[in-house]
């Protein structure tokens, strides 16, 4: 049974280099804070959209503390929304 977990970030300047923005910067599902990316490990993925565009999973590392983005040569303009999304899977075992 799958879990998912989204988070919104609206880019504050333009991104043109390797950048860590801290998951306290962003937003969740329901449009709190939030403190930590959660349902990280082994049995989860995560994607990644910019400007609602999915990305290579080259480009970005996700750690519970923060996202790093790279746009290799790109450039993520200042007002582009960021919505990282991670699922997770868990079985359940019945009787």
Known sequence: MPAVQRYFYIVGT???????IPA???TGDSRGPVSEFT???QSSYSNLYVNGILQESGIYSVSSNALTIN????IIFAGEPI????VQFSAQVLP
């Open 14 to 20: 333009d991104i043109e280099a390797p950048e860590v």
């Open 24 to 26: 306290t910067q962003f």
């Open 39 to 41: 349902n990280l490990g």
């Open 71 to 74: 746009p290799n040569g790109g």
């Open 83 to 86: 919505i990282l999304e991670i």
